[in-house]
Protein backbone atom coordinates (compact mmCIF):
# COMPACT_ATOMS: atom_id res chain seq x y z
CA UNK A 1 0.00 0.00 0.00
CA UNK A 2 0.88 3.37 -0.59
CA UNK A 3 -0.31 6.39 0.64
CA UNK A 4 0.05 9.69 -0.63
CA UNK A 5 -0.90 13.44 1.26
CA UNK A 6 -1.00 16.52 -0.42
CA UNK A 7 -0.17 19.94 0.36
CA UNK A 8 0.59 23.80 -1.14
CA UNK A 9 -3.55 24.48 -2.34
CA UNK A 10 -5.46 27.61 -1.73
CA UNK A 11 -6.31 30.80 -3.62
CA UNK A 12 -4.29 32.85 -5.68
CA UNK A 13 -4.73 35.69 -8.16
CA UNK A 14 -4.53 35.30 -11.71
CA UNK A 15 -0.90 35.42 -12.57
CA UNK A 16 0.06 34.31 -9.49
CA UNK A 17 2.53 31.44 -8.38
CA UNK A 18 1.66 28.34 -6.18
CA UNK A 19 3.99 25.16 -5.45
CA UNK A 20 2.19 21.73 -4.60
CA UNK A 21 3.63 18.92 -2.57
CA UNK A 22 2.91 15.39 -2.34
CA UNK A 23 4.91 13.16 0.30
CA UNK A 24 4.45 9.54 -0.43
CA UNK A 25 4.41 6.87 2.24
CA UNK A 26 4.07 2.87 3.11
CA UNK A 27 5.38 0.52 0.00
CA UNK A 28 7.36 3.62 -1.85
CA UNK A 29 10.11 1.24 -3.15
CA UNK A 30 7.13 -0.02 -5.65
CA UNK A 31 6.31 3.18 -7.49
CA UNK A 32 7.39 4.02 -10.67
CA UNK A 33 5.23 7.33 -12.18
CA UNK A 34 4.13 10.04 -9.61
CA UNK A 35 2.20 12.87 -11.00
CA UNK A 36 -0.78 15.34 -10.64
CA UNK A 37 -4.37 15.00 -12.10
CA UNK A 38 -6.68 18.15 -11.80
CA UNK A 39 -10.45 17.78 -11.68
CA UNK A 40 -13.11 21.06 -11.86
CA UNK A 41 -16.58 21.01 -11.38
CA UNK A 42 -18.63 19.44 -14.11
CA UNK A 43 -15.48 18.47 -15.65
CA UNK A 44 -13.49 14.69 -15.57
CA UNK A 45 -10.16 14.20 -14.35
CA UNK A 46 -7.28 15.27 -16.09
CA UNK A 47 -3.54 14.51 -16.29
CA UNK A 48 -1.72 17.78 -15.71
CA UNK A 49 1.98 16.17 -15.53
CA UNK A 50 3.54 13.02 -14.57
CA UNK A 51 7.39 12.09 -13.73
CA UNK A 52 9.17 8.88 -13.75
CA UNK A 53 11.64 7.46 -10.60
CA UNK A 54 14.34 8.22 -12.97
CA UNK A 55 13.08 12.11 -13.41
CA UNK A 56 11.28 12.41 -17.09
CA UNK A 57 8.58 14.69 -16.96
CA UNK A 58 5.60 14.72 -18.88
CA UNK A 59 2.92 17.78 -19.21
CA UNK A 60 -0.15 18.08 -20.65
CA UNK A 61 -0.22 20.74 -23.68
CA UNK A 62 -2.43 23.32 -21.42
CA UNK A 63 0.40 24.03 -18.42
CA UNK A 64 3.78 23.47 -21.02
CA UNK A 65 5.84 26.68 -20.24
CA UNK A 66 3.67 27.41 -17.36
CA UNK A 67 4.27 24.35 -14.75
CA UNK A 68 7.06 22.15 -13.40
CA UNK A 69 6.74 19.14 -12.17
CA UNK A 70 10.52 17.41 -9.88
CA UNK A 71 10.40 14.40 -7.77
CA UNK A 72 12.91 14.01 -5.12
CA UNK A 73 13.13 10.65 -4.38
CA UNK A 74 15.23 10.18 -1.02
CA UNK A 75 12.06 12.28 0.57
CA UNK A 76 9.37 10.27 -1.40
CA UNK A 77 7.92 13.67 -2.48
CA UNK A 78 6.45 15.49 -5.56
CA UNK A 79 6.36 18.97 -6.30
CA UNK A 80 4.44 20.79 -8.94
CA UNK A 81 5.72 24.62 -9.39
CA UNK A 82 2.52 26.53 -11.01
CA UNK A 83 3.29 29.95 -12.34
CA UNK A 84 1.46 32.58 -14.13
CA UNK A 85 -1.88 30.35 -13.15
CA UNK A 86 -5.28 31.14 -14.89
CA UNK A 87 -8.65 31.13 -13.57
CA UNK A 88 -9.36 27.61 -15.69
CA UNK A 89 -6.51 26.25 -13.86
CA UNK A 90 -8.99 25.88 -10.65
CA UNK A 91 -9.58 23.19 -9.32
CA UNK A 92 -9.06 19.94 -7.30
CA UNK A 93 -5.62 18.84 -7.25
CA UNK A 94 -5.06 15.01 -6.72
CA UNK A 95 -1.31 13.98 -6.51
CA UNK A 96 -0.89 9.81 -8.46
CA UNK A 97 1.06 7.26 -7.79
CA UNK A 98 1.46 4.05 -9.74
CA UNK A 99 3.47 1.20 -9.13
CA UNK A 100 5.94 -0.58 -11.65
CA UNK A 101 3.29 -3.05 -12.18
CA UNK A 102 0.50 -0.58 -12.48
CA UNK A 103 -0.95 -0.38 -9.63
CA UNK A 104 -2.55 3.26 -9.29
CA UNK A 105 -2.64 5.37 -5.80
CA UNK A 106 -4.44 8.51 -5.14
CA UNK A 107 -4.53 11.43 -3.06
CA UNK A 108 -7.56 13.08 -0.96
CA UNK A 109 -6.99 16.21 -3.28
CA UNK A 110 -5.87 19.70 -2.50
CA UNK A 111 -8.23 22.73 -3.91
CA UNK A 112 -6.46 25.78 -5.91
CA UNK A 113 -8.92 28.27 -6.59
CA UNK A 114 -7.72 31.50 -9.02
CA UNK A 115 -9.66 34.28 -8.59
CA UNK A 116 -9.43 38.32 -8.33
Known amino acids: QVQLVESGGGLVQPGGSLRLSCAAS????????MGWYRQAPGNERELVAS???????NYADFVKGRFTISRDNAKNTVFLQMNSLKPEDTAVYYC??????????WGKGTLVTVSA
Open 26 to 33: GSIFNINV
Open 96 to 105: HAATFVGMPY
Open 51 to 57: ITRNGRP
